[in-house]
């Protein structure tokens, strides 16, 4: 599968991403790279950006553990209590949905993202 999200591994990408999203949407995944729940949300994740044609939405990935910094900063600037897995959508620097655990489905995100 062609990968169509990428990851964030400092402040500052998160930081341009952030900004970005007063042009575009920005969808976060919040990873936990031990957690089982968050394997299978990951996978929920890749399924739906699989299907995907709209290049307008940045896809992007966090592992927790591994960049505990950048997962806190997120949780700060987006005023949401940290959560793994977590996926949020952001425009304007205004988070429009989110959700956590089991309730990170291909159509939870279909419909978050899509309308």
């Given at each position: 599968?062609l990968?169509k999200?990428?990851?964030?591994s400092?402040?500052?990408?998160w930081?341009?991403?952030?900004?970005?999203?007063g042009?575009h949407?920005?969808?976060i995944?919040?990873?936990?790279?031990a957690?089982p729940?968050s394997?299978?949300?990951l996978?929920e994740y890749?399924q739906y950006i699989s299907?995907?044609s709209?290049?307008?939405v940045?896809?992007?990935?966090?592992?927790?553990?591994?960049?505990?910094?950048?997962?806190?900063?997120?949780?700060?600037?987006c005023?949401v209590?940290?959560?793994?897995?977590?996926?949020?959508?952001?425009?304007?620097?205004?988070?429009?949905?989110?959700a956590?655990h089991?309730?990170?489905?291909?159509?939870?995100?279909?419909q978050a993202?899509?309308?």
């Open positions: 599968m990968k999200w990428s990851e964030i400092s402040l500052d990408e930081r341009e991403n952030w900004e970005a999203s042009e949407p920005v969808v995944f919040k990873h936990s790279t957690c729940v394997a299978e949300a996978r890749e299907k995907i709209d290049t307008e940045k896809y992007l990935l966090v592992k927790v553990i591994e960049s505990r910094p950048i997962s806190n900063q997120i949780a700060e600037d005023q209590k940290h959560e793994s897995p977590q996926a949020l959508v952001i425009k304007n620097k205004q988070v429009t949905w989110s956590s089991w309730k990170i489905t291909e159509s939870s995100l279909k993202i899509d309308g």
